[in-house]
């Protein structure tokens, strides 16, 4: 060992510059205290990976000072919807615990078809749970012109597609408009009832919600009470 590297030897932290991740500082730093240029590389290079790891450090203490509103955000807190410009048939996601929450303007003419449909269904009155009790009825909803639904299927987890044409030529002359999952071909009504003959189980899941104004929906509360 040479006595330039003995004199540095006990400065390697400080002169590395161990609290950035700036390469260009701890270089000039180092290179003030190190005279071999491969100890000084290797020196740069160690100091460099110790900044980043102070970088990640520093981001777990920022989560722990979430205020708590945040942090039950961030666990799946009601969300707000504002439903106000939404045209007939048009469909509005938004996320709610991760998932895919549906809201779909209805026509009449879809309720019409919703009322008249029941034999092609496997739960028309859904008596299985999948929805609130203030949802079990025909259209499974609140009001009857706006269903609020998960979008996802309850075969597999995919999600499936919003298809309110009425007979497609890919869906046949018989589909009123509904919503399709192309994984394995499951098929739910606007109500999102499923159809016989599919793989998924069940109707697909409404969540709670409730009406601020007819404007404004809160998803994940129902009664002013959180979900
Ligand atoms: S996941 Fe939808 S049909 Fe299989």
Known sequence: MS???????GHDASAAGASTSDPTAVESSVAEHVADPRRRRMLVRSAVAVGGLGAVALAAPMLGSMSPSARAK???APVE??????????LLTVEWRGKPVWIVRRTEETLKNLEAESERLSDPASEVEQQPEY???TVRSIKPQTLVVI??????GCSPSYRPEIAPADLGADWDGGFFCPCHGSKFDLAGRVYKGVPAPTNLEIPPHRYVDDNTIIIGEDSGVAA
Do not use: D, F, V
Request: include cysteine; glycine fraction near 14%.
């Open 74 to 76: 961030a666990a799946g």
């Open 135 to 137: 949802t079990r009825n």
């Open 81 to 90: 919807a504002t439903i106000g410009k939404l045209a007939p048939g048009q």
């Open 3 to 9: 006595a330039n590297e003995r004199k540095t030897t």
């Open 151 to 156: 979008g996802i299927c309850t075969h597999l």
